[in-house]
């Protein structure tokens, strides 16, 4: 049985740093894409950032860039992603994706799996 399970999310002053966790068993994590999505009360899913199964490749989205950073160790079977310079805009709750590499895409989009996320909060 597959789990997913996020970690770190919390409540946060503007300015501050996070560290979200994901721990996956269950599954072989190396063949596995692994990203960060949110979403926002009211708003859509939004997929925040996304590393390839080798670590090699990384996406994000526009408004973390330069902020977020994307990491994984594939022997713990776990992602990170070191959030700096939060601000209330990136209130939301937190989901850990696995998206199978074996459709040969860089791609987070249609993960396979899914964790039950984690919130986090900026305060201003």
């Known amino acids: 049985q597959v789990q997913v399970v996020e970690s770190g999310g919390g409540l946060v002053q503007a300015g501050g740093s996070l560290r979200l966790s994901c721990s996956a068993s269950g599954l072989a994590f190396g063949n596995y894409h692994m990203g960060w999505f949110r979403q926002a009360p009211g708003k859509e899913r939004e997929e925040v950032s996304c590393m390839s199964w080798s670590g090699s490749r990384t996406y994000y989205t526009d408004s973390v860039k330069g902020r977020f950073t994307i990491s994984r160790d594939n022997a713990q079977n776990t992602l990170y992603m070191q959030m700096n310079s939060l601000n209330p805009e990136d209130t939301a709750m937190y989901y850990c994706?696995?998206?199978?590499?074996?459709?040969?895409?860089?791609?987070?989009?249609?993960?396979?799996?899914w964790g039950q996320g984690t919130q986090v909060t900026v305060s201003s």
């Open positions: 994706a696995a998206a199978s590499y074996s459709t040969g895409r860089f791609s987070c989009a249609k993960a396979d799996y």
